[in-house]
């Protein structure tokens, strides 16, 4: 079996042949589907061919976007979080999205329903406002690079990949060098002109490259096709062949026309553009009947040497990577996300909802695309002061050591046989001879026993431990580690992997089911007895309904060891429990918690000085928790700031702009309240068609305000046709989801 390839504490994972199994390769680097030997789970590894970091320059800026791209968190977004380098090469990893890439889509099924496609273009559009907060430019938006995979209700998440690379517009005098030493980074059939032309780009950049991708889902195809050196020329002075689009609504050509212009400065800012979407998605029927474009016959048919799927190109041509050795680092176990808290009087800290995916993954990052008969190096060459650049041959990845060839052997040399004449010796003299004295013979050395190595009792149960992890016998892992911790009282490991395997347990960010709990108790009790954080936070997380008094104790002591968990939730129980002074010290546990940078705290503070709950009513520190929550896109923070400007101060504009920016980050109560605005006409005309749009989007994802507002709409023929039937079905569901006013009406009608 081949030896495992390492990158520090990540593995490569291998194919059925044995063969690295291998994501995508590009002029930047191989990707890889590799294997966290730490935390246990699978991630996407990208090693980056050092030639593109030959100086301390390009190395140091190399470091500084790579670590801006690992600050960038959204909901569309594939997280970069772990930067390392080994042996002069740099690597990072980043999430690994289980679906299919929108190239794969429309490589299967062809262009996709016009509503879905702006969805997903809506979606990205959302991921560009994130990057756009950072600085940042992705500098490749296209169809493979935008993950597609499906929920559990069947909705689709998109999540953009490949920001590991994106380009910081930070002003530094650097921005004419880009990682690639002189030629354009990016897929030419998706590229801007700027990039084309080589110009310093912004995140008007990506939005020109998400116009063609959407055009690309819309039609099945990019808008130019031909040559590499004809589709740059079209991108940079042709217009876009709009009788393509043919049959398409004009709002969804208005929209691409928009997207696509050549000139950055009439390009929509990202901001602008998500409203765009959002409003031709509107106006489009709710049945998405739009037909599909019809082919026209005047229409270049596409090269097919050229065609939309292209991989990424650099004109400065790739190098390969060198060999590198493979440490072995020891394993360590799973450790996962910490929990959120549930439903609570003042109201939960609530988390964006995290997308869960089913398909496999098909990440592309690209290969180098040699041109033919004036392609990319006529294109170099013709430009003033470019000289062309030797493509050298690229190098496997992997070390191999060489097998010596066998030398012959060596014969030895021939001697010359000599005859010697025969001699009669004479007749010797008769000798007396003393016989000599025989000297004994020494005994052989006994041979040294071989020393046989004593048992490490610790490193022996740790492996046993992990097997059973290994396994998911989480009790039985428990149980050993316990028995480890209470025999080695001074060593740390079998302590953190306790930590570990209670952080696996929390992950879902609510308690075990009871089946799984009872299994556990037992050595949970005694993990949290030996005050390991996790097991504490978990066995209060299991008891807070049957022992609430126990758990409050629980809680205190996380919380004395700085664990933020325990603060926000035993600040919870406090007020839940409503005894008398619970709720002083529910608010001192969320401000001491805000104090140590946690946005749900922060909401939970500034909720309770807004409504005056356990704590003197104080609007100004309301609105400063809510803000600190808000900067760190807290979604609930920035809906709850939407919907004090909308009752108390009548700032409808503010109100508009907080819930259209917790919208963007999929809220979804600010579906429901962007509707209400659209209903009553506050910051925005009246049109009840749209308020109608928002509450079913908000019911769909969840809000029962918003289901019972949608329930409305049906029961009163506002903004969609009057259905009695769909109106009772939503009035009973937004009931099962504790709406009260629509418990009333369902009493009220069954008199």
């Known amino acids: 079996m081949a030896e495992p390839e390492k990158f520090q504490h990540y593995e490569v994972l291998r194919k059925p042949d044995g063969a690295l199994h291998e994501l995508g390769r590009g002029a930047m680097g191989v990707t890889y589907k590799a294997f966290d030997t730490n935390l246990r789970f699978h991630v996407v590894l990208k090693v980056i061919n050092p030639a593109f970091l030959d100086s301390e320059v390009v190395r140091q800026r190399f470091l500084r976007e790579a670590r801006a791209a ?20 740099y690597f990072y990893a980043m999430e690994f999205v289980d679906g299919e890439t929108v190239d794969a889509r429309l490589r299967r099924d062809g262009p996709l329903p016009v509503r879905l496609a702006l969805d997903i273009a809506l979606q990205v559009t959302r991921a560009l406002v994130a990057a756009d907060k950072q600085k940042l430019v992705h500098r490749d938006i296209k169809p493979a690079n935008i993950m597609l995979h499906e929920e559990d209700d069947g909705g689709i998440a998109v999540k953009v990949i490949d920001f590991g690379l994106a380009k910081a517009v930070d002003g530094d005098g650097l921005g004419e060098m880009t990682l690639t030493q002189g030629g ?73 026309k928009h997207m696509l212009e050549k000139q950055p ?32 016959p005047a229409v270049e048919e596409m090269d097919p040497m050229a065609t939309i799927f292209d991989e990424p190109v650099t004109m400065a041509g790739p190098v390969s990577l060198p060999p590198k050795p493979s440490p072995q680092p020891p394993p360590v176990p799973a450790a996962l996300p910490p929990p959120i808290p549930p439903a609570n009087p003042i109201a939960t800290p609530p988390q964006p909802a995290k997308p869960r995916s089913k398909l496999p993954l098909i990440l592309t990052l690209g290969t180098l695309i040699v041109l033919a008969g004036g392609g990319a190096l006529w294109y170099q060459s013709t430009r003033p002061g470019t000289t062309p650049v030797a493509t050298p041959e690229p190098k496997p990845l992997l070390s191999t050591t060489p097998t010596p060839e066998p030398k012959p052997a060596t014969e030895p040399p021939k001697v010359a046989k000599v005859e010697t004449p025969t001699v009669t010796p004479p007749a010797p003299e008769p000798m007396v001879t003393t016989p000599a004295p025989v000297e004994p013979k020494p005994e052989p050395p006994k041979p040294l026993p071989i020393p046989v190595p004593k048992p490490n009792p610790l490193a022996t149960g740790l492996e046993e431990a992990q097997k059973l992890a290994t396994a998911e016998d989480w009790r039985g892992a428990m149980v050993a580690l316990v028995a480890l911790a209470k025999r080695f009282p001074d060593e740390q490991e079998p302590r953190r992997r306790l930590e570990a395997i209670c952080a696996r347990f929390i992950r879902d960010e609510k308690p075990a089911d009871r089946e799984a709990f009872e299994m556990i108790q037992v050595p949970l009790e005694e993990a949290a007895a030996l005050h390991v954080t996790s097991a504490i936070v978990l066995l209060a997380e299991n008891i807070r309904s049957t022992d609430p008094v126990r758990a409050v104790g629980l809680y205190e002591e996380a919380a004395a060891e700085e664990n933020i968990i325990a603060m926000r939730q035993g600040g919870l129980v406090y007020s839940n429990r409503k005894a008398p002074g619970d709720m002083a010290r529910a608010i001192a546990w969320f401000v001491r918690g805000a104090a140590k940078g946690d946005a749900a705290c922060a909401y939970l503070a500034g909720e309770s000085y807004l409504l005056g709950k356990g704590v003197a009513k104080d609007t100004t520190m309301g609105l400063d928790y809510l803000n600190q929550a808000a900067a760190k896109d807290y979604p609930a923070a920035i809906d709850r700031l939407g919907d004090y400007y909308y009752k108390e101060t009548k700032e409808y504009a503010k109100a508009l702009s907080h819930f259209e920016r917790a919208r963007s980050l999929d809220w979804a109560p600010s579906y429901g309240n962007l509707g209400v605005l659209h209903m009553n006409g506050a910051g925005v005309p009246e049109n009840p068609a749209t308020a109608a749009v928002l509450f079913r989007q908000g019911a769909e994802r969840g809000d029962p305000t918003s289901m019972f507002f949608y329930a409305q709409c049906l029961e009163g023929g506002l903004g969609v046709p009057a259905d009695a039937t769909a109106a009772r079905e939503w009035y009973q569901k937004a009931a099962t989801e504790g709406e009260p006013r629509a418990a009333a009406k369902l009493q009220k009608a069954a008199k």
Do not use: C
Request: charged share 20%; net charge negative; no cysteine.
């Open 70 to 89: 690992a600050g960038l968190r959204h909901a569309n977004v594939a997280s970069v979080f772990h930067l390392g380098n080994e042996d002069d090469t």
């Open 265 to 296: 400065d009439n390009r929509p800012q990202v901001s602008e553009l998500r409203r765009e979407i959002e409003s031709v998605l509107f106006s489009l029927p709710a049945d998405d009947s739009v037909p599909p474009p019809t082919p026209s």
């Open 184 to 256: 354009f980074l990016g897929t030419p059939h998706f590229a801007s002109p700027e990039q084309l032309e080589e110009k310093e780009v912004d995140i008007r950049s990506d939005i020109y490259s998400l116009g063609v991708t959407l055009w690309s889902m819309l039609t099945g195809k990019a808008p130019f096709s031909g040559s590499m050196a004809q589709v740059m020329s079209k991108h940079l002075y042709k217009e876009v062949p709009v009788e393509q689009l043919a049959g398409m609504p004009a709002s969804v050509v208005k929209l691409l």
